[in-house]
């Protein structure tokens, strides 16, 4: 399912939209306990334009499968943060690396899962896809891609964030 990548270049380049970050997001279930839990991907350098994660979440991991989680989270694994969390989708696992700790005013996080957006594309073998873009436009951006859109993609209003998806 999803858009193909190349929607989010088309954004960046050809509608000259700034504040566009491509997004991944899955059911996963940590292998551990069970436990059914929100993987999100993303790009951490134009996921800043748009969420407001901690500034620099990105930038701490060499692991191919970094893992960002709330501290909640950190709490519950935390015998087990060591060894990597175990993450499983359509069958198959993966040992995701516990690289950094995000931070929120709320529980927003508790049940979500953060990493990049190459090791989420791999890990749930979407190849070129991603599930949605997230923008933030203005309506002059809005109407111009709305009315150049590519078929099968369209554009929902979400809480006042815009969001392309197919």
């Known amino acids: 399912g999803g858009i193909n990548q190349r929607v989010f270049t088309w954004l960046k380049v050809e509608m000259r939209i700034y504040d566009a ?13 069970g436990q059914s839990v929100k993987l999100l991907g993303v790009d951490p350098l134009s996921d800043r334009r748009i969420r407001s994660l901690d500034s620099n979440w990105g930038m701490n991991s ?19 943060v060591d060894s990597g969390l175990n993450l499983s989708f359509g069958g198959s696992n993966k040992t995701f690396t516990i690289s950094g ?57 979400l809480n006042s964030k815009n969001h392309v998806e197919g």
């Open 21 to 33: 970050t491509p997004v991944i997001e899955a059911r996963v279930v940590i292998v551990d306990d």
């Open 62 to 80: 060499v692991s191919a499968f970094p893992l960002f989680v709330s501290p909640s989270t950190q709490q519950r694994y935390a015998n087990i």
């Open 101 to 157: 700790i995000l931070q929120s005013d709320s529980d927003v996080l508790d049940n979500v899962l953060v990493t990049d957006i190459a090791a989420a594309q791999v890990f749930l073998n979407l190849k070129e896809n991603i599930s949605y873009v997230d923008l933030r436009v203005n309506q002059e951006e809005l109407e111009r891609i709305q009315s150049s859109l590519p078929l099968g993609v369209y554009l929902t209003d």
